[in-house]
T-cell receptor, first 117, second 113 residues
Framework: GAVVSQHPSRVICKSGTSVKIECRSLDFQATTMFWYRQFPKQSLMLMATSNEGSKATYEQGVEKDKFLINHASLTLSTLTVTSAHPEDSSFYIC?????????????FGPGTRLTVL | GESVGLHLPTLSVQEGDNSIINCAYSNSASDYFIWYKQESGKGPQFIIDIRSNMDKRQGQRVTVLLNKTVKHLSLQIAATQPGDSAVYFCAEGLSGSARQLTFGSGTQLTVLP
């Protein structure tokens, strides 16, 4: 149980284009989803917290107009990187959290490798 | 291990030996701690967690130790195997609705044959 998927797993795009990444909780309802970015040899940096049906909360320094997050259902959140540039190339990882269990375990997706040419 | 610049701390151990990976966390108010394993090109995988009302918790081949006085967390892996080679991250969090986690810098574990 508690499986999270991401699509696509890899994407290569041209500079200036927009890219959408999907995060799905396959066998549970995720009240909260998180989006992280990870550069090579570095840790996961939280970008934003997304609750179903409400606006995402972005971490300091993350541009909300550049990284659009939609959490339209309890099983799906999307991250759209708008007007992508080479510096946006990174490994994007989502996680999903459920209220069951009473503690804040997050279940992570497999990540999406974005390369902007 | 402690983070130094952009380079992950590394730990190399012989197959069959025990591994100890260390982590210093930052928020004294954190009451929930997790260790994750991340293999190359994959998302983090849950290993073991511990609450602040405990100082030790054991799983299968793994033990987590928590020292709240010095804000230190460690992960011990017994009889390390080649499949244990990965980057290990500690994460700290607060119980409550936010459920956010803050990740440590990570340690690259390499198991030598």
């Amino acid at each position: 149980g508690a499986v999270v998927s991401q699509h696509p797993s890899r994407v290569i795009c041209k500079s200036g284009t927009s890219v959408k990444i999907e995060c799905r909780s396959l066998d549970f309802q995720a009240t909260t989803m998180f989006w992280y970015r990870q550069f090579p040899k570095q840790s996961l940096m939280l970008m934003a917290t997304s609750n179903e049906g409400s606006k995402a909360t972005y971490e300091q320094g993350v541009e909300k107009d550049k990284f659009l997050i939609n959490h339209a259902s309890l099983t799906l959140s999307t991250l759209t990187v708008t007007s992508a540039h080479p510096e946006d190339s990174s490994f994007y990882i989502c996680s999903a959290s459920t209220t069951s269990g009473g503690h804040n375990e997050q279940f992570f997706g497999p990540g999406t490798r974005l390369t902007v040419l | 291990g402690e983070s130094v610049g952009l380079h992950l701390p590394t730990l190399s151990v012989q197959e069959g030996d025990n591994s100890i990976i260390n982590c210093a966390y930052s928020n004294s108010a954190s009451d929930y701690f997790i260790w994750y394993k991340q293999e190359s090109g994959k998302g983090p995988q849950f290993i073991i967690d511990i609450r602040s009302n405990m100082d030790k918790r054991q799983g299968q081949r793994v033990t987590v130790l928590l020292n709240k006085t010095v804000k230190h967390l460690s992960l011990q892996i017994a009889a390390t195997q080649p499949g244990d080679s990965a980057v290990y991250f500690c994460a700290e969090g607060l119980s409550g609705s936010a459920r956010q986690l803050t990740f440590g810098s990570g340690t690259q574990l390499t198991v030598l044959p």
